[in-house]
């Protein structure tokens, strides 16, 4: 962990607008104005355990796509995850902890075919793919994996990002794809599916699990051996939000029941990734420049812009999806006393796209201040460039020291 990274370990645990505004007073005091980062390792293994009592047959393989993070993966390892993985390099990371390959699945349809020949090397054997041409390739580099067909989720769902239009077959398409399967020897195990990331709708996991049934089923007429059922990722991290992942359990859950009853003996398994890390993490930035806008008529403040020193080239990718972004002061003034108008907040690039939100009302705020933006843990670490060669936020782990020691048991 190089000079930038801190871990701190609290008896009691505290708010993340306490959290963030101390370390915004630490750097006051340093004379430091470089962003940061505060990731609650707390809540990170709460949502974790969490899952658990949520989805009991459902085994978690963690999407390191979402957040790579070292120091969250190390925590994930120690809580005994399993992870999804889309890369060489990313199962690289993975096995490095020591993760055994079996808990691996290489959860990209479409490979790189040394990627795809490195997984054979280390034994990395549970896979997906979704084409003929993905299934010559396995032939010719790894015909012994055990093999998952994905298919596309034929739901109209609200979603944050798309994914059946890239990946996945239909129905009709997934009985041609056994047969070629079969006659080239290949391990179909299974099937797999992702209804979007960050889905607004319980229901979409509900036809896509009777969906998964067809297609279970036609596995099983033409002999294969169909054990592993993969719901894939799109849970929400907010449990503010709707559905909660109480409300995602309960219709998942009862859609298990009545589709792949335990008796089958079917595995089931997840991919989440936001769900795990989105409001474990908030961020602290510093206002580096600001222009006010009036109103011709009455010389009021009629529109704000300002400047912040972390942006969508960093931790804040994720903002140009233009999802609800949660920020505020770290040091809020009378209420009172503060006007209020719409605002747009730019990142510190020179390019003209590094724009973290458009007309959001936030409190008219002097060059120099703080302001706390919370849920920052989802895709947004992994998404990080260097572009203008901006400095990256020092970043603090905080845990409990109640948590701390049931990780150090676990190692």
Not at 29 to 35: K, R, S, Y
Not at 63 to 78: F, M, P, T
Not at 108 to 129: G, I, W
Not at 312 to 340: C, N, Q, S
Request: negative net charge.
């Amino acid at each position: 962990m190089d000079d930038t990274n801190t871990v701190e370990l609290v008896d009691i645990r505290r708010s993340h607008d306490e959290y963030v505004r101390t370390k915004v007073e630490h750097h006051i005091e340093q004379g430091i104005d470089d962003p940061l980062v505060v990731v609650d390792v707390d809540e990170v293994v709460e949502k974790y355990r969490k899952w658990y009592k949520l989805f009991p047959r459902v085994e978690l393989f963690y999407a390191l796509k979402c957040n790579d993070d070292e120091q969250i993966v190390n925590v994930l390892v120690l809580l005994g995850s399993s992870f999804d993985c889309a890369s060489k390099e990313e199962i690289q990371q993975i096995l490095q902890l020591g993760v055994d390959p079996s808990r691996i699945i290489y959860a990209n349809p479409c490979k790189q075919n040394s990627h795809l020949t490195y997984a054979r090397e280390q034994n990395v054997d549970l896979m997906t793919f979704d084409s003929e041409e993905e299934l010559v390739k396995i032939k010719t580099l790894y015909p012994s994996a055990r093999l998952l067909l994905r298919f596309r989720p034929k739901h109209s769902y609200k979603v944050t990002y798309e994914l059946g239009n890239k990946y996945g077959c239909t129905y009709e398409e997934s009985r041609d794809l056994f047969m070629s399967a079969m006659n080239k020897g290949l391990n179909i195990n299974g099937v797999c599916f992702h209804v979007g990331s960050n889905c607004v709708n319980a229901d979409a996991f509900a036809s896509s699990i009777k969906e998964a049934r067809r297609i279970f089923d036609v596995g099983m007429q033409l002999g294969f051996s169909m054990e592993i059922l993969d719901i894939g990722g799109g849970y929400r991290g907010r449990d503010v939000d709707r559905p909660t992942i109480e409300e995602n359990a309960a219709v998942i859950n009862h859609c298990l029941d009545e589709y792949f009853p335990e008796s089958d003996g079917v595995k089931v398994i997840a991919e989440p990734g936001r769900y795990l890390v989105e409001t474990s993490i908030s961020a602290g930035v510093n206002i580096i420049g600001r222009k006010l806008f009036y109103d011709n008529d009455n010389a009021a403040i009629s529109h704000s812009m300002y400047n912040i020193n972390d942006g969508v080239y960093g931790t804040f990718h994720w903002a140009k999806a233009r999802e609800a972004i949660d920020m505020k002061p770290t040091h809020p003034k009378d209420k009172e006393l503060v006007e209020v108008c719409t605002s747009t907040v730019w990142g510190p690039t020179c390019s003209g796209i590094d724009c973290v939100a458009i007309d959001i009302p936030l409190p008219i705020m002097e060059v120099g201040e703080w302001v706390h933006i919370r849920y920052t843990g989802a895709y947004s670490f992994s998404l990080r460039t260097q572009f203008n060669k901006m400095p990256s936020p020092r970043m603090y782990y905080i845990y409990s020291r109640k948590t701390w020691d049931s990780l150090k048991m676990d190692r």
